[in-house]
């Protein structure tokens, strides 16, 4: 009697390969979770909210001196104006941001576009929803959509687009042209944009992260989705924000009322802390996340991997094929993690159709021995993979 939507689905990919290095004791570089454990101040102030500050029910929509620190942030990194008090609500993490304005906005029939590779939280919601997925399939390595695939994607029954920049599992930074695009495509077919941008401040390099609520036409229809988990390295915190104009927030708020009604109010007011406070870990964290990116690409590269690029977030892709390795990427990553010790994750498990199976994502966001462990034994994997073929 169980809804298919979800009897039908798996154990996530991450659940699985993460179970296999627990019990294997393989080298985890399969989820992506930082070893550091995130900024003492910011803990510091959370485990003193506990103790000394209040723990009863927030309000609903987040506490106001989080919602004021969101938007002041937005202001200050991307030049956004924001109203905290009609505009950003506080949820329980980015996933639940996700379910929030799938359920608020969709309707039964309405066609939602989805890119390929994308992050597994996105259909099974969609279509609990209604909703009806129109994929669009990027490819590697440019991993980038174009005009043609945006024609033939969009319809008259399109409602909503969902876009993940930084981009998971690609590592990709859209280009400006890219994100005018899209949003061109947003205004002519009168469509909102679900914008999962929580890795925007993990971009490296000259790569520059533009919201697309800052696009011409997209103020009153994009939804803007933020993790403070991703921006400190505090992934089980779970406190997310949506961002969007007071029409849209109004639905997205009375959805996620029903859903997790609010989020631990200790770690809000540690979140607000941090995000008016720590400047300098927005500056270094990622440059040292840059230096274990290079650390990884140039250790992979010497035992004869191709390495794609990677501009943020805390994955970098290695081309299979490219490395003389025949064998798809799923057996590839479930030989690593049992004969090899290391833990990986195949692309193709960010696909539901037309799958990329030739390329391994691995998490970039560990110590110096992590990463040295995990490239001999992915040089141990490649072997074991070429001589078996």
Not at 117 to 146: C, E, N, T
Not at 343 to 361: L, N
Request: proline share 7%; hydrophobic share 45%.
């Amino acid at each position: 009697m169980a809804n298919p939507i979800f009897s039908s689905l798996p154990t996530t990919i991450f659940e699985e390969m993460s179970g296999l290095a627990r019990t294997l004791g393989a080298v985890n570089l399969g989820q992506g979770f930082p070893d550091d454990p995130g900024p003492e101040e910011i803990r510091s102030k959370a485990a003193d909210a506990v103790l000394n500050g209040y723990n009863q029910y927030p309000p609903m929509a987040g506490l106001p001196e989080l919602r004021q620190a969101v938007a002041a942030h937005y202001a200050r990194a991307q030049g956004l104006d924001l109203d905290w008090a009609s505009e950003v609500t506080v949820t329980s993490g980015a996933t639940e941001a996700l379910a929030a304005a799938f359920l608020a906005l969709i309707e039964p029939g309405d066609e939602v576009v989805v890119f390929q590779p994308f992050y597994d939280a996105y259909l099974p919601v969609i279509r609990l929803a209604g909703g009806v997925p129109k994929l669009v399939s990027l490819q590697p390595p440019r991993w980038r959509f174009d005009r043609a695939m945006l024609e033939a994607a969009f319809t008259e029954r399109t409602r909503l687009v969902v876009l993940n920049n930084p981009n998971n599992p690609a590592g990709t930074v859209l280009p400006d042209e890219d994100l005018a695009l899209l949003a061109e495509f947003c205004v002519a077919h009168d469509v909102t944009a679900i914008c999962d941008e929580v890795w925007e401040q993990v971009v490296f390099g000259a790569a520059r992260h533009r919201p697309l609520i800052a696009f011409p036409g997209m103020r009153e229809r994009c939804v803007k989705i933020g993790s403070a988990g991703k921006m400190f390295g505090l992934t089980g915190w779970k406190v997310g924000f949506l961002c969007a104009a007071p029409e849209l927030t109004h639905s997205l708020a009375r959805a996620h009322q029903f859903l997790t009604f609010t989020t631990p109010p200790n770690l809000q007011a540690a979140v607000a802390w941090g995000l008016e406070n720590s400047d300098d870990w927005f500056r270094r964290m990622p440059r040292d996340l840059e230096r274990s990116r290079d650390r990884l690409a140039e250790g992979l590269n010497r035992e004869g991997f191709a390495v794609l690029p990677s501009a943020g977030t805390y994955f970098l892709n290695v081309d299979l094929a490219a490395s003389g390795v025949t064998e798809p990427d799923r057996e590839f990553c479930l030989r690593a993690v049992r004969e090899a010790g290391v833990a990986a994750i195949p692309v193709s498990a960010f696909y539901e159709q037309d799958h990329v199976t030739s390329i391994a994502r691995l998490c970039l966001s560990k110590r110096d021995e992590t990463l040295d462990a995990g490239i001999k034994r992915l040089a141990k994997a490649r072997e074991l993979s070429v001589r078996s073929g």
